[in-house]
């Protein structure tokens, strides 16, 4: 494990939290989450996949007729 | 509508993803454990999205019709984000004569109380792996306060 604030970068999928946060990736994550689009900017339209069938969707295509609430989570 | 992205405290019961097969799988566990009644959308394995985005564990995003960002929040909180939704769209539907609506934005930080208990449970879930790494990251993060 790095020092806190130092070490290489942790991969997106890190395997391990104490990593992460030793490599200060939590710290990069933050000034991610600033530097991402601010309210009255234009939104990033990207596609995923749905879960229930597979299939994929594009976020301008759910945004077009009504507005759109992105909830962003895992387990924990 | 739920975007599922990494595990953010991966453990022995629910590892980092290293495939997106192992993303699907992970994602359908959360639904059947959680019953997420909204629709869950993966992302890509590399986390195209969740970058563009911002990277926090546990976001919210109101996007406007049209494609504007009217909300983010480094955490979700339910109660916020329907407050908003209730003025934001209240407003936009609102007629006075003689004016239009103009939008204006905002930044505010606000206060939540998190249920320790229920996250520690969560950590758990995902494995005595998850917990101790972060106790361990707990530490890190108190050494950062002293530097």
Redo the contacts between chains.
């Keep these: 494990?790095g020092e806190?604030?130092g070490g290489s970068p942790a991969p997106?999928?890190?395997?391990?939290?104490?990593?992460?946060?030793?490599s200060g990736e939590d710290r990069a994550?933050?000034a991610?989450?600033?530097?991402?689009?601010?309210?009255?900017?234009?939104?990033?339209?990207?596609t995923?996949?749905?879960?229930?069938d597979g299939g994929g969707?594009r976020?301008?295509d759910?945004?077009?007729?009504?507005?759109?609430?992105?909830?962003?989570?895992?387990?924990? | 509508m739920f975007v599922y992205t990494r595990e953010a405290h991966p453990g022995e019961n629910v590892a980092h993803h290293a495939s997106i097969e192992d993303k699907l799988a992970c994602a359908r566990m959360l639904r059947n454990e959680t019953g997420i009644g909204r629709e869950i959308l993966v992302d890509e394995l590399a986390g195209t999205v969740h970058r563009a985005y911002g990277l926090m564990p546990n976001m919210t995003w109101v996007i406007a019709r049209g494609g504007t960002v009217a909300y983010k929040a480094d955490w979700t909180s339910a109660a916020n984000v329907e407050a908003f939704l209730e003025r934001f769209m209240g407003a936009r539907g609102e007629h006075r004569p003689g004016t239009a609506p103009v939008m204006y934005a905002t930044q505010q930080v606000e206060f939540r109380y998190p249920d320790r208990k229920r996250f520690m449970q969560r950590l758990a879930r995902n494995g005595p792996r998850a917990v101790a790494e972060f106790e361990k990251a707990q530490q890190l993060w108190a050494q950062r306060a002293t530097t």
Excluded: H, I
């Design positions: 494990m806190t604030g997106y999928n890190y395997p391990r939290f104490d990593d992460y946060v030793a994550d933050e991610a989450f600033w530097a991402s689009p601010r309210a009255g900017q234009r939104a990033p339209d990207l995923l996949t749905r879960l229930g969707v976020l301008s759910l945004w077009r007729s009504r507005p759109v609430v992105l909830e962003f989570g895992s387990f924990t």
